[in-house]
């Protein structure tokens, strides 16, 4: 039972909160007339198949909504496609950890989602927090978004990876803190200079990649910069992945740790890869 101060988590089945959830994330993303992120009916659709819809409830209001469908390898994993919080308290969390228990009582696995990898402050939660890790850099993804929080800029995505009963994500679960190790001889692949990317070296075992402080203002006081750092930040990252590096966490709420032949640390428990 939640208390008075904390988020009430329950499935969505009924049409009217259905129509709650799309008023949520419309008024979160504002999109184009005719590009909701999803539709009363999808959601309809996803729920009755058995798919996971949820929202967020505080004193009675919807404050945070996810939905997500079960997804390849069959009877492993789930990808959560969309979740939107409107409030702090936690929210967020509380909606990953409500997610892990729908997939693990149904016998999955892992947990897969995309992010936009330049928003410091969805690297932090993702990797910091929760104990996932990006495995995949997916270049204008979604193609052309016409919405408030991406118009102008390209929709480059990564895949975040969250093996639910892994060491890391056992420690997030417990919330006890990760620290990321940064060797003396790690290298700044990619650097915040003023607000404009400087790309350095990428030969090192350990690199550090740096996005900048806050993207989404950056796109609207100066596009142009904010372009800069997509482009570079998907040949920075985007390449160290595509060669086989791993990112093993984020360092200091700014930048990606990545190292070359780092050992999958998602090993070691039950959870195993896509």
């Not at 402080?213 to 920075?236: K, M, N, S, Y």
């Amino acid at each position: 039972m939640s208390g008075p101060d904390e988020p009430d988590l329950r499935e969505l089945h009924a049409i009217g909160e259905f129509e709650e959830v799309c008023r949520l994330f419309g008024g979160i993303w504002r999109p184009d007339p005719g590009g909701a992120p999803v539709t009363v009916e999808m959601l309809r659709a996803l729920s009755h198949a058995g798919n996971y819809v949820a929202g967020a409830y505080l004193h009675d209001r919807l404050v945070g909504a996810s939905v997500g469908f079960v997804a390849a390898p069959p009877r492993r994993a789930l990808h959560s496609h969309i979740t939107g919080t409107l409030t702090g308290r936690g929210v967020g969390f509380a909606m990953k950890l409500h997610q892990r228990k729908w997939a693990l009582d149904r016998g999955l696995e892992t947990i897969t989602w995309t992010y936009d990898p330049l928003v410091r402050r969805n690297a932090h939660f993702n990797l910091a927090k929760l104990g996932a890790r990006p495995e995949e850099y997916l270049p204008a993804f979604y193609g052309s978004m016409g919405d408030a929080i991406n118009a102008g800029d390209e929709s480059d995505r990564v895949l975040a990876v969250w093996c639910l009963t892994s060491p890391p994500v056992l420690a997030a679960v417990r919330r006890e803190p990760s620290p990321v190790e940064i060797p003396p001889d790690a290298v700044t692949g990619l650097d915040d200079d003023g607000g404009r990317p400087v790309r350095g070296r990428t030969d090192a075992e350990t690199v550090l990649v740096a996005v900048p402080g806050d993207i989404e203002t950056l796109r609207v006081t100066d596009p142009a910069a904010a372009r800069a750092w997509r482009l570079a930040l998907r040949e920075v990252l985007g390449g160290l992945l595509r060669d086989g590096a791993r990112v093993t966490g984020f360092h200091d709420r700014s930048c990606y740790v990545v190292r070359r032949g780092a050992r999958d640390e998602r090993r070691g428990g039950e959870g195993r890869e896509l």
